[in-house]
């Protein structure tokens, strides 16, 4: 028992200091959808990219830190977190972040990314149902 229960906590320790495959090559080859267009004014709750910078080209694997920013006093509601690689088909990628995420944002170290422009629409929602998305776009180098 007592070796069965230290080889699990070896292997979660493992999997969290491991990369986790954001994108993966095949969904990468998929046809790029039309590109998203987000409104800049909203009483949404804000979203702002930590890292990667938006403006600037990056290496694979790197820390996705996202930081939410909720209004008037009002939570943000993580089970409302929605991400999706937009491709068509679209790729539901939360299952991939939910280890990282949290209602202050996300947190994911090590994510892998296939070079390339990259599309990512993330969308919420806080306590007052106010809703907000916004697009992150990467643009990825070998």
């Given at each position: ?26 969904e990468a ?58 491709r068509t ?54």
């Open positions: 028992m007592k070796h069965t229960l230290l080889a699990a906590m070896a292997l979660l320790l493992s999997i969290e200091a491991g990369a986790v495959s954001l994108i993966k090559e095949s080859k998929l046809p790029a959808a039309a590109e998203m267009k987000t409104r800049a004014i909203t009483r949404g709750p804000g979203v702002r990219v930590i890292s990667p910078d938006p403006a600037a080209t990056i290496k694979s694997p790197f820390t996705l830190k996202v930081a939410f920013e909720p209004r008037g006093g009002a939570k943000i509601v993580p089970d409302s977190v929605r991400m999706t690689y937009l088909p679209s790729v539901d990628l939360i299952d991939r972040v939910k280890p990282g995420l949290s209602e202050q944002g996300i947190d994911l170290a090590n994510a892998e990314v296939p070079p390339g422009e990259h599309q990512i629409q993330l969308s919420l929602e806080d306590s007052e149902g106010r809703k907000t998305s916004t697009v992150i776009k990467l643009s990825v180098v070998k």
